[in-house]
C-alpha cells in the first residue's frame, strides 16, 4: 500500500520546505508516497501532527505528536491548537536566540 517516495512526495521534505505543518490522516490514500516504511517503524502508523520549528526564517527541527496511546482521533481544532503552540514555541526559541 505505501509505495517508494520521491523527495517531493515525502511528507517531511514538503513540511521543511513549505514551513507550514501538515495533519497526516490515518487514511492509507491520503497518505500514499508520503511516508515510507522506515518512517513508519520509528512512529507508527498516522494519525499525526507535524510542524517545523521556524527560527529565524530557518527551520531547525519539527514538533510530532499523535494519539497512539489514547486512541482519540485528531480534529481540524486539534491541529489548530497544535499549530498555535508550535508557532509559540518557535517565537520564544527566537526569541532567545537573539539574547547575547
Same mark, same amino acid.
Given at each position: 500500500?505505501? =509505495?517508494?517516495?520521491? $523527495?517531493?512526495?515525502?511528507? %517531511?521534505?514538503?513540511?521543511?520546505?513549505? $514551513?507550514?505543518? #501538515? $495533519? !497526516?490522516?490515518?487514511?492509507?490514500?491520503? !497518505?500514499? +508516497?508520503?511516508?515510507? =516504511?522506515?518512517?513508519?517503524?520509528?512512529? +507508527? %502508523? &498516522? &494519525?499525526?501532527?507535524?510542524? &517545523?520549528?521556524?527560527v529565524k526564517g530557518k527551520v531547525i527541527g519539527?514538533?510530532? #505528536? /499523535?494519539?497512539?496511546?489514547? =486512541?482519540?482521533?485528531?480534529?481540524? =481544532?486539534? %491541529?489548530?491548537?497544535?499549530?498555535? %503552540?508550535?508557532?509559540k514555541a518557535s517565537i520564544g526559541l527566537t526569541f532567545l536566540?537573539?539574547? /547575547?
Amino acid at each position: 500500500v505505501y =509505495k517508494r517516495q520521491s $523527495h517531493k512526495s515525502n511528507i %517531511f521534505a514538503k513540511v521543511l520546505d513549505s $514551513h507550514e505543518g #501538515a $495533519h !497526516i490522516s490515518s487514511n492509507p490514500k491520503e !497518505i500514499n +508516497g508520503t511516508i515510507n =516504511k522506515v518512517t513508519l517503524s520509528l512512529l +507508527g %502508523f &498516522p &494519525p499525526y501532527l507535524i510542524m &517545523p520549528t521556524v527560527v529565524k526564517g530557518k527551520v531547525i527541527g519539527m514538533f510530532i #505528536a /499523535d494519539r497512539e496511546v489514547s =486512541k482519540r482521533t485528531i480534529e481540524s =481544532k486539534d %491541529f489548530l491548537a497544535f499549530q498555535q %503552540f508550535c508557532e509559540k514555541a518557535s517565537i520564544g526559541l527566537t526569541f532567545l536566540s537573539m539574547q /547575547d
